[in-house]
């Protein structure tokens, strides 16, 4: 069975600085997609990024890019330039391309704090 | 296009009753996932719809239970309350398919069980 796991529960950066969130997936599948999904406090949760797991280059969506390793199972997001407005629960998620059930897997989440 | 909606948005239920609750998804979307989200436990699959058909379920009693209908819009009920229920309840449409996978999601049902 597939696993995602986020090991880091709790991150803090300061304003206009770089942070990394990790993700880790397990998985026998070689088609599949991932995805970082943010929930600001009391707001509704917004898909950030995607990458699948058939292309080679990284995603990246203005500031916020994905380091992609296939073979270390290994997917985190990177937050340039961050702002108080990226304050939020990121979750990494793990849907398979071909099992035919399409399945989503959530990682429990990396609460990231902004700080001014 | 307009995005997921939920309804009611806050609820508040007695222990032992049961309650309802809707989600329109995003028209053209044929495939609607519930998730239980609480502090302690972070996000829980509960089941997801496709055409009418539940493809697949999470680990939650039998007093869970869902439906889609045939304009893609799914209802979930839950049966005698309990407090643990307390919880915000997701619901995330997508087109179900291989590819498009995103899922978009709806504000969430708060419900709380006194």
């Known amino acids: 069975a597939q696993t995602v796991t986020q090991s880091q529960p709790e991150m803090s950066v300061q304003e206009a600085e770089t942070v990394t969130l990790s993700c880790t997936y397990d998985?026998?599948?070689?088609?599949?997609?991932l995805f970082w999904y943010k929930q600001p406090p009391s707001r509704q949760m917004i898909l950030v990024i995607r990458q699948e797991a058939y292309k080679q280059q990284n995603a990246t969506e203005n500031r916020f890019s994905v380091n992609f390793q296939k073979a270390a199972k290994s997917f985190s997001l990177k937050i340039s330039d961050s702002q108080l407005g990226d304050a939020a629960m990121y979750f990494c998620?793990?849907?398979?391309?071909?099992?035919?059930?399409?399945?989503?897997?959530f990682g429990t989440g990396t609460r990231l704090k902004v700080l001014a | 296009k307009a995005g997921v909606t939920q309804t009611p948005r806050y609820l508040i239920k007695t222990r032992g009753q049961q309650v309802t609750l809707s989600c329109s998804p995003i028209?053209?979307?044929?495939?609607v996932s519930w998730y239980q989200q609480t502090p302690g436990q972070g996000l829980q699959f509960l089941f997801e719809?496709?055409?009418?058909?539940?493809?697949n379920k999470g680990n939650f009693p039998g007093r869970f239970s869902g439906r889609q209908f045939s304009n893609s819009r799914s209802e979930m009920n839950v049966s005698t309350l309990e407090l643990g229920d307390s919880a915000l309840y997701l619901c995330?449409?997508?087109?179900?398919?291989?590819?498009?996978?995103?899922?978009?999601f709806g504000p969430g049902t708060r419900l709380t069980v006194t």
């Open positions: 995330a449409s997508s087109s179900g398919g291989r590819g498009a996978p995103e899922q978009y």
């Open positions: 028209s053209g979307h044929r495939s």
């Open positions: 719809y496709f055409s009418e058909t539940q493809r």
């Open positions: 998620a793990y849907r398979s391309g071909s099992s035919g059930t399409y399945k989503y897997i």
């Open positions: 998985t026998s599948e070689s088609d599949y997609y």
